[in-house]
Each structure stands twice: as structure tokens, then as C-alpha cells.
């Protein structure tokens, strides 16, 4: 399938006491329609900062994107002027954050938000954009939605407000949804609930799933497609299911390893050391010279400690930054 | 070290925060060398009165109503008025931290009835309260010093109350009540530091307020008879106010470049030491 | 050996606001051993951290029984509490609110020894440095400060910190929920590993139940102020009894893309009452699939149906056979 979103090459900085730091270097993606494409990463791997670049939402300065293509739809995001940018945004791209209560306004009711973000977009009456809130909200399952249109956000449980977010991000019917840590901050019977409904919410609508997680839990529940970032650098991009079966990349296994499995016999496995990886995520203006995760790296040897291996496509279609699994390949 | 050069550099990028800085040290030079360099009773009257600025080479600054030189007294004035304005300001801090530490640290009664003494000085307007207490004790340095700091301790008291609240609630403190650490050291060595920031801030503008009140209250001639501060100064160029303005404009200038460069340096000091801003 | 080194009886925490009494724990019991971790899980506003916080002294019980080794500590003043402090430590959540920052890392980790009068500055001095090493850290990061440390790293002086004066037992309070994956295994392996060092007992209480099956011996799960299930660790998992804790098995996301995708399973629907204003009867019976009249009227007691593992549910029940039948 033809991808409605492909990123090239982004580059994003920020500046610092000492001049522009790289936060994001050379990422590149691809999301088709219906699918959800999963980035994971630990702090500071670049994962938020790729996704809010895509849509310009970064503060410039300090921020500023140096370099790349953003193609929605073959149209390059980035050379859009502000206005431009704005009718994308909401329109084609919408976008859930971590902690929906500051990204709602606390002195409007749920429903004056939602018609506000309707009318910004479309031509529509106030009395039908406040019908389609309501509309709205029964579609993200929020029970008694004509009594709780009415309710300002702190009046709502944090699932409840991260609800009300997914209705205000699909009001619009976007092609692209961005999804940053949406279920994070919430309870795992919660996350689940939220989960489901996004899952639902896109065989419904067909949007493609931006989903920004640092879980692996939740990337193998919903996504379809992998990327794991490391130091603001895709070192691994995988189908779900090989991936989380066989890691290429060190970090992505010591991820997996260092992540607390569940067994369903509790025995086996549990009260065994888990697979720690030493250390801490370098700052973007501290890498070292070579691959950024060498310092770390149990299979580290010479070559990876002075170049920087390049994400490069295997025989069998996957992708890593690895000189180990590039010189197995090849 | 390094925290100090941190808080320079912030500190030194907002350029009236320089100058307020280096306003109050030109102040704090003239209060320190300037009677050795302008020596003399500001009291004794030197020359005829009435003498206008600029006409006589000996007395730059010109004479009062009756003849005392009126440079002498702004020099000599600079070191009443900075001595009051710190020394207010110290005995404010010193009843405002405590009352609002034990108050904020023990909440409960302890609070309520510490807050609601803080509330009874907040309701009297502060000057007319300043101007009560010194008429009541006779206009001395130690009654007006004591005066100002009564009408300004309560705002150190509430600062610190809200800062100790939201401190004592984090982890650290429970940390050192888990550890069995006792209170006074808890309220003393871990969370005072941790307001210091906010309460220098404020000191710095309780110091300009306090020149002020004391200019005020000599101006009303409740000052201390025996010292020529800035505000007897303006007062005894009251009388002449409209044939001899300068009197009272000169020592008011003074008073004016120094609470100035109290308020810039207090904002900039808001700036360096305020956390929130740090990252930028 | 006799009995629990910590016993806690019918506790109850209630507080007193302006919008009623809110009853974050209402009625707990639970027991440590020597040696063993006891894992407390629950989502947020269950109770478990204020449980953690009675147990240590933080927060004054409304009433019930807190023992150590047989000696009742709960409603001690502080001053009363001291003697017991140094068996009963704690880990906070958050390592970046439970340093002072305006302390050096070597001074941190000193004072539960200064407080406590242990040794003089010389002795001090080295036992710290032993402590940071032992928890991963070199000597001469002693002299910065906590703003210079990662999450991490500020974790291992918090463990550091409790670990100064020697004690018993460690509540630990979601100790590695605010770090990342690599940095949690991390913490984890070093708390495993001071336990079977020093024989030392945890109540580790987090809303993360890969991580509580990781650790725990025995694990209690919380709802509401209450615990609804309580179970060694393998016969949870094996079989959980609680509807309650069912949902909250099913819901934990795991690292393994062969598990069915969320989407095609049943879920719970709602979310976690206000503790101010619980429903009557079995607090989960609003989300309850199984709920009948009876959940409404009578709250279930928490009963033994095996060995070890009691269950708070009106559908749970031990035949004479000694099988157990649930919902």
C-alpha cells in the first residue's frame, strides 16, 4: 500500500548554551493508511521530538527542523507557511498527548471545546457542531455524553479526559493520528480501555497510528510496525512479530530482556536477574564519536567505538544500525 | 563555586539587573568611604543658608534653611538610611521566617493562630501603623527600626508559610521524618535553604521599602532628632519647598537611585534564582 | 522464629476534607516475613501508598495495629518512633523530589547514620563510601550534588540512604515506576540482590504487575482501600480468583506480539471510584461482570479458599472437597 505519510531524513536541533545540539538525526518513516506504526524509545532517544517536528508543533527557537522532508501526500510539510500549516493540522494530522488535562482548557466546558476545534476546520452552525460533539463523544464510548458535554475537563477521570481527546483529534476526520504516550499516565485497566478504543476507532476510520511509546507491552498489542530509536537515531525497524522474537540490534534485545515478562506459571522466569543494560541514554550533546549505544554495548568491539553504523536494510527486509548484524547479512 | 558562577552568569544577562547593581554599590561606597571624604557634622551649619547648587565651589550641593551643607548630608544620610533599611529588614526576616516555618511546617492549630496574628498587622495599613508605634515609643533608630519591622515581618511570615507547605510535602522530607531526623533540623537544614531563593528576592525590595517608610516618618518629623537621614532631609526642605525646591529634591534623588537599584537587583535576582526559569 | 516480623491489623487511614471523608485505606491486614517481599498492587488512588506511608509513620493511622516483631508502632509520636526507625525504612517514588537538592550526594547518604549518632565522622565517612559502592556508585561522586545524577542513579542514593543504618525491612514505594526499562532492570537486580545479601524483608508496592511477579513472594492486591486478593506468588498467577484481579491480569500489556490483540478481547468497563464516596457492599461490584443484589448489600469478608491465598468475593468459594469455584 502506497504510505500517506513519509519522512526523510528529519533533523531537528535545539539550541544550547554551546551552539545547536541534534536531537533528532536522519530519521526516516513511512506510515500507509490503517496501520499503526510504533516508535519506541527510553527519555531522550528523540521519539517525542520526531513526532511533533511532523507536525511542526515544536517551539522554534529553541527548536528548529534543519533538515528533511516531511510528505503528506507527496507535499513537503515542511516548506508549508504557517497558515498552511494549520489547516493540516486537526485536519489531515491530529495529535493525543501523555497528560490530556493541559491540553484542555480548564475553564471550558468539554463540549465548547470540541465545537470550537469543529468550527476552526469546517464550515458548520454552532447548533450542529454542538450535535456532532455529542455524536462525538458517544463514538469514543463516554457514557451519558449529552450530560457530560456540559462538564469542565477537571471534572473528568484522566480516562475520561484522554477520551475527550481522541474525539477533538478525529472531529475531523484525519488521516494521521499522532499518538505521544497516550495511555502512560493511566491505569492498566484503564490503558487497555483506551487501547481497544483506538484500535476500534481505526478500523472504523482507517487512519494511520503514529503511536509513541516507551511500553513494549503496548507495541506488541496494537502496532503492526516497529521503529526503536536510540539517542535521537533509528537503530531498528521490524514487523511486530520478528522483532520482539528475534532482536537484531543489542539495545532492542536488551530492551526485551530488560523488560519484566509475565508468565503465566510464575515460577518460570520470575525472580531471575533481569537483562540490565549499564549505564544511562547519553545527552544529545554528549555522543560518543562512533555508535551511540557502544559505551553500553555488551558485543561492543573496535569498529563500533569510531564510525557510526547507518541504518541499513537486511536481506530479509528489516532494518538496523549495527555493524554486527550488517557483517552477518553481508 | 560553581552554583555561584552559574547564578552570575543568569544573573548577569539582563542588563538592569547590572545596573541596579551597580547603582547600590556606588550607594554602598558613598555610605562606606564618603564621610572620610566629605568629613564634618552634617548638623553644624557651614555656611550662610540658602545657598543655591552650582554657586559656591565649597558646598557643590548647595546649604539648607539654616546653613548645613547639604552634600555632608546626603553622605552622612546614605549610612542612616541603608542601616535602617537593612537592619528593619533583618529583624522582619528573622520574626516572618520563624512565624511562617512554624506555621507552614506544623499546620494545625499552631498555624491557625500564628496566621491569624499575622492577619491582624496585615489588616492596619502598614504606615499609619509604623507612625502609631514610633509616636507611642519616642522616634529613636531602635524604635523606628522595630516600627518598620513590625508592619513588614507579615509578608515574609506568609512567603514562607506557602514555601514551607509545598516543601514539606516532598519526598525528601518525608525522607528525613523516615529516618528519624529531628524537627528543628528537618525545618532548619532542609527545607529553610530550599526557600532561600524566594525570601532574598523579597529582602532585597523589603530594604527599598523599608529607606521609604523611614524617609516618610522623618519627613513627618517623627525621625530620629539626633540623625540626618534622607527623610529629615526632604522634611526640613518642606518649608522652603517653593522657593528652594532643591532641598528637598536632592535627598529625594538619592532616595529614588537607591530604591531603584534595590527593585532591579531584586528582579534580577528573581530571575537568577528562580527555577523555573533556569533552563532558558 | 515467632510470628511476622511486621504485622499490620485492621488498619484504616481516613482523611478529613472539605468534601468528606475520604477512606484511602479502610481495614488492612497483612503480614511480612523475614526475608520476603510482599507485593501491593492496586491503580492509583487504591491506598496502596498511603498503606506504605502509615506503615513508616508518614501519615497518622485512623485507627488499627501496626507491629514490629510484636511491638505495637502504630499512633507512636515521633520521638517514641526513633528506637524503631532504624529497623523500618523506606524508598520513595519520585528520585527527583526525595533528594535535597541543596545537599551533597556523601551527606545524603550520612544522615540516617548522624541523626542516629552512629560512629564518628571518620567511621561515618568510610561506611558511606562502602554504602555508594555497594549500590553502584564511585566515591567521588559523593561530593555533587543530586542534580548531577540521572533518575537512576539518584534511585541507588535513595537505596543507599535506606540501606545506612541497617534496617529490617524497606517499603519500598513504587521505587522504579518513574525510570526507564534499561534503568528499572537495573534497580530491580540491585534490590533482588541486597535481599539476599542481607536477609532483608520489602513491601514493595507498585501498580506494575510484571514487575511485582518479578520480585514478590506473595503479593496482596488493593481496590479501593481494601485488599480483595491476597495469594503467594504462583498461585496468583496460576489461578487469580478475584474478578478484580482478573481484569487487572488481562489488562497488563506484555512484550509478546502472540498474545491476541487487544481488540478482539472483552474489556471492563469504567474506572476507579472516588475513594470519598465508595459503593456499598464489594467496592468492585460497579465494574463487577459477575455483580448480583448480594455484592450491593453485604461487603465479602477476605477468607481463605487455599493454602495462603484469601479472596474477598461473595462468588469464591472452597468446597468440602477442598476445589475451589469462582465466578
Redesign the interface.
Known amino acids: 500500500m502506497a504510505p500517506i505519510l513519509e519522512v526523510r531524513n528529519l533533523r531537528t536541533q535545539f539550541s544550547g548554551p554551546n551552539g545547536y545540539v541534534t536531537v533528532v538525526d536522519g530519521v526516516s518513516l513511512t506510515l500507509a493508511q490503517g496501520e499503526t506504526l510504533a516508535i519506541v524509545g527510553e527519555s531522550g532517544s528523540g521519539k517525542s521530538v520526531t513526532a511533533m517536528s511532523i507536525l511542526r508543533v515544536l517551539p522554534e527557537p529553541p527548536a528548529r527542523i534543519a533538515g528533511g522532508e516531511v510528505l503528506l501526500e507527496g507535499r513537503d510539510l515542511l516548506k508549508l507557511d504557517e497558515e498552511a500549516m494549520r489547516a493540516v493540522r486537526g485536519h489531515q494530522i491530529s495529535m493525543i498527548f501523555q497528560e490530556p488535562m493541559t491540553s484542555l482548557n480548564p475553564v471550558m466546558t468539554i463540549g465548547d471545546q470540541i465545537v470550537e476545534a469543529l468550527c476552526e476546520h469546517r464550515d458548520i452552525s454552532q447548533d450542529d457542531a454542538f450535535a456532532e460533539a455529542v455524536a462525538l463523544l458517544e463514538r469514543v464510548r463516554i457514557p451519558d455524553a449529552k450530560r457530560r458535554v456540559l462538564e469542565y475537563p477537571h471534572r473528568l477521570s484522566g480516562g475520561m479526559r484522554q477520551r475527550v481527546m481522541i474525539a477533538m483529534a478525529l472531529a475531523c476526520r484525519p488521516q494521521i493520528l499522532i499518538a505521544d504516550e497516550p495511555t502512560t499516565a493511566l491505569d492498566v485497566t484503564v490503558q487497555a480501555q483506551i487501547l481497544t478504543l483506538l484500535a476500534k476507532l481505526q478500523s472504523e476510520f482507517g487512519m494511520g497510528i503514529l503511536l509513541i511509546t516507551h511500553n513494549l507491552g503496548v507495541v506488541a498489542r496494537v502496532a503492526q510496525r516497529v521503529m526503536v530509536m536510540y539517542a535521537g537515531r533509528v537503530v531498528e525497524e521490524a514487523p511486530v512479530g520478528p522483532l520482539f522474537k528475534h532482536p537484531l540490534h543489542p539495545y532492542t534485545e536488551g530492551l526485551l530482556g530488560a523488560t519484566p515478562r509475565m508468565h503465566s506459571d510464575a515460577e518460570e522466569g520470575a525472580r531471575q536477574r533481569l537483562v540490565d543494560i549499564p549505564g544511562t541514554v547519553p545527552l544529545p550533546d554528549k555522543l560518543p564519536p562512533g555508535c551511540a549505544f557502544a559505551p553500553r554495548c555488551p558485543k561492543v568491539f573496535d569498529r563500533c567505538l569510531k564510525e557510526r553504523p547507518e541504518l541499513v536494510t537486511n536481506r530479509d527486509g528489516r532494518k538496523t544500525a549495527c555493524f554486527l548484524t550488517q557483517e552477518r547479512t553481508a | 563555586m560553581q552554583a555561584f558562577r552559574d547564578f552570575w552568569r543568569r544573573y548577569r544577562r539582563k542588563t538592569s539587573a547590572v545596573i541596579g547593581l551597580v547603582l547600590l554599590l556606588f550607594v554602598f561606597l558613598v555610605a562606606f568611604v564618603g564621610p572620610w571624604i566629605v568629613p564634618g557634622d552634617p548638623w553644624d551649619m557651614a555656611t550662610m543658608p540658602f545657598l543655591w547648587p552650582g554657586t559656591n565651589a565649597e558646598f557643590p550641593l548647595g546649604s539648607d534653611t539654616l546653613g548645613r551643607d547639604i552634600l555632608t548630608g546626603i553622605i552622612h544620610g546614605s549610612r542612616v538610611s541603608l542601616l535602617i533599611g537593612f537592619a528593619a529588614t533583618l529583624a522582619a526576616l528573622g520574626l516572618g521566617v520563624t512565624v511562617g516555618a512554624l506555621a507552614g511546617y506544623f499546620r494545625g492549630w499552631i498555624d491557625d493562630v500564628l496566621m491569624r496574628i499575622t492577619e491582624i498587622f496585615q489588616t492596619v495599613p502598614t504606615f499609619l501603623l509604623a507612625v502609631v508605634l514610633v509616636a507611642i515609643f519616642k522616634p529613636s533608630m531602635t524604635t523606628i527600626v522595630l516600627a518598620i519591622s513590625a508592619v513588614t515581618w507579615p509578608s515574609i511570615a506568609r512567603l514562607v508559610r506557602a514555601e514551607f507547605l509545598s516543601l514539606r510535602e516532598?519526598?525528601?522530607v518525608?525522607?528525613?521524618?523516615?529516618?528519624?531526623?529531628?524537627?528543628t533540623?528537618i525545618i532548619f537544614r532542609?527545607i529553610l535553604?530550599?526557600c532561600l531563593p524566594p525570601i532574598i528576592v523579597m529582602s532585597s525590595v523589603m530594604v527599598a521599602s523599608a529607606i521609604l517608610t523611614e524617609s516618610g516618618l522623618s519627613f513627618l518629623g517623627l525621625g530620629d532628632p539626633n540623625l540626618m537621614s534622607w527623610g529629615t532631609m526632604i522634611g526640613i526642605g518642606r518649608d522652603a519647598m517653593r522657593t528652594a525646591w532643591y532641598m528637598s529634591a536632592l535627598p529625594g534623588v538619592a532616595i529614588l537611585i537607591t530604591v531603584l537599584a534595590l527593585n532591579l537587583v531584586g528582579e534580577g535576582l528573581n530571575d537568577a534564582l528562580n527555577p523555573r526559569l533556569k533552563n532558558h | 522464629m515467632s510470628g511476622p516480623l511486621l504485622s499490620i491489623a485492621g488498619l484504616i487511614v481516613h482523611f478529613n476534607t472539605s468534601q468528606g471523608t475520604v477512606r484511602a485505606v479502610d481495614g488492612v491486614s497483612l503480614s511480612l516475613n523475614k526475608g520476603e517481599t510482599l507485593g501491593l498492587v492496586g491503580e492509583s488512588g487504591c491506598g496502596k501508598s498511603t498503606l506504605g506511608k502509615a506503615i513508616v509513620g508518614l501519615v497518622k493511622p485512623t485507627a488499627g495495629s501496626v507491629q514490629l516483631d510484636g511491638m505495637e508502632i502504630a499512633g507512636l509520636s515521633r520521638g517514641e518512633l526513633r528506637r524503631h526507625r532504624a529497623r523500618l525504612q523506606m524508598i520513595f517514588q519520585d528520585p527527583y523530589a526525595s533528594l535535597n537538592p541543596r545537599l551533597r550526594v556523601g551527606k545524603i547518604i550520612e544522615e540516617p547514620l548522624s541523626v542516629h549518632g552512629v560512629g564518628n565522622a571518620r567511621e561515618r565517612r568510610a561506611a558511606v563510601v562502602q554504602l555508594a559502592e555497594r549500590v553502584g556508585l564511585r566515591p567521588e561522586m559523593l561530593t555533587r550534588h543530586p542534580h548531577e545524577f540521572s533518575g537512576g542513579q539518584r534511585q541507588r542514593i535513595g537505596i543507599a540512604r535506606a540501606l545506612a543504618l541497617n534496617p529490617e525491612i524497606i517499603i519500598c514505594d513504587e521505587p522504579v515506576s518513574a525510570l526507564d526499562v534499561s534503568v528499572q532492570a537495573q534497580v530491580v537486580n540491585l534490590l533482588g540482590d541486597l535481599q539476599r545479601e542481607r536477609g532483608l524483608s520489602y513491601l514493595f508496592i507498585s501498580h506494575d504487575l510484571s514487575v511485582v511477579q518479578h520480585l514478590a513472594h506473595r503479593v496482596a492486591v488493593m481496590y479501593l482501600g481494601k485488599i480483595v486478593e491476597q495469594a503467594p506468588r504462583k498461585s496468583l498467577w496460576a489461578r487469580p480468583l478475584h474478578p478484580y484481579t482478573r481484569t487487572l491480569l488481562a489488562a497488563v500489556p506484555v512484550p509478546d506480539p502472540d498474545q491476541p490483540k487487544l481488540i478482539d478481547q472483552p474489556m471492563v468497563e469504567g474506572e476507579i471510584p472516588s475513594p470519598l464516596n465508595p459503593p456499598s457492599g464489594c467496592h468492585f461490584r460497579t465494574r463487577c461482570p459477575f455483580a448480583q443484589a448480594i455484592c450491593a448489600e453485604q461487603e465479602p469478608a477476605l477468607k481463605e479458599v487455599a493454602d495462603g491465598h484469601f479472596v474477598a468475593c461473595h462468588f469464591v468459594e472452597r468446597k468440602p472437597d477442598g476445589t475451589v469455584t469462582a465466578p
Open positions: 516532598r519526598e525528601f518525608q525522607s528525613c521524618v523516615v529516618i528519624g531526623m529531628g524537627e533540623r532542609q535553604p530550599n
